[in-house]
């Protein structure tokens, strides 16, 4: 198990925009691995490589349907429906907790580690994940979604 420190808010990959992922190998698996397993420490539902310093549009998910650890790379939202408010938080942001409003149902267009083209349609806190995990890839942190903070702790 090879675990990565989750950077904090302020850290300068929080902000900006990752680079898409063009090579598919052996140091991609590792790095999925290792989010994989960073994730799990941190009892998270979502990571994204910005969030330990890697600026490569890499997310991983607990995927609410299936239960599953899901990589998702080079995802992009195809579709969103619906509205729903949601609590969130963030690994990079411990201690505090937002209300947003998300779409009810997206739908992602994502690549998988050997570079195979998938694609997945999710509702309720998986669709929230998603969302704020791909927010990640492009330098944005849940706090810009914030309606209203619900429990801010140190």
């Given at each position: 198990m090879a675990l990565r420190e989750i950077v904090k808010e302020g850290y300068e990959s929080l902000s900006k925009i990752s680079k898409p992922v063009?090579?598919?190998d052996s140091r991609l698996e590792l790095l999925i691995?290792?989010?994989k397993d960073t994730l799990t420490n941190a009892d998270g539902l979502g990571l994204a490589a910005p969030q330990i310093g890697v600026l490569r549009r890499v997310i991983v998910i607990v995927d609410g349907e299936t239960e599953?650890?899901?990589?998702?790379?080079n995802p992009e939202i195809t579709n969103a429906s619906g509205?729903?408010?949601a609590t969130e938080g963030c690994l990079s942001v411990p201690g505090v907790w937002g209300r947003?409003?998300?779409?009810a149902e997206v739908t992602?267009?994502?690549q998988d580690s050997k570079g195979e083209w998938f694609e997945i349609t999710r509702t309720g806190i998986t669709a929230v994940c998603l969302?704020?995990?791909i927010d990640h890839l492009n330098g944005i942190l849940f706090r810009e979604h914030v309606i209203e903070y619900v429990e801010e702790k140190d």
């Amino acid at each position: 198990m090879a675990l990565r420190e989750i950077v904090k808010e302020g850290y300068e990959s929080l902000s900006k925009i990752s680079k898409p992922v063009t090579t598919f190998d052996s140091r991609l698996e590792l790095l999925i691995k290792d989010m994989k397993d960073t994730l799990t420490n941190a009892d998270g539902l979502g990571l994204a490589a910005p969030q330990i310093g890697v600026l490569r549009r890499v997310i991983v998910i607990v995927d609410g349907e299936t239960e599953q650890l899901v990589a998702l790379v080079n995802p992009e939202i195809t579709n969103a429906s619906g509205t729903q408010n949601a609590t969130e938080g963030c690994l990079s942001v411990p201690g505090v907790w937002g209300r947003t409003e998300r779409p009810a149902e997206v739908t992602v267009k994502a690549q998988d580690s050997k570079g195979e083209w998938f694609e997945i349609t999710r509702t309720g806190i998986t669709a929230v994940c998603l969302c704020h995990e791909i927010d990640h890839l492009n330098g944005i942190l849940f706090r810009e979604h914030v309606i209203e903070y619900v429990e801010e702790k140190d």
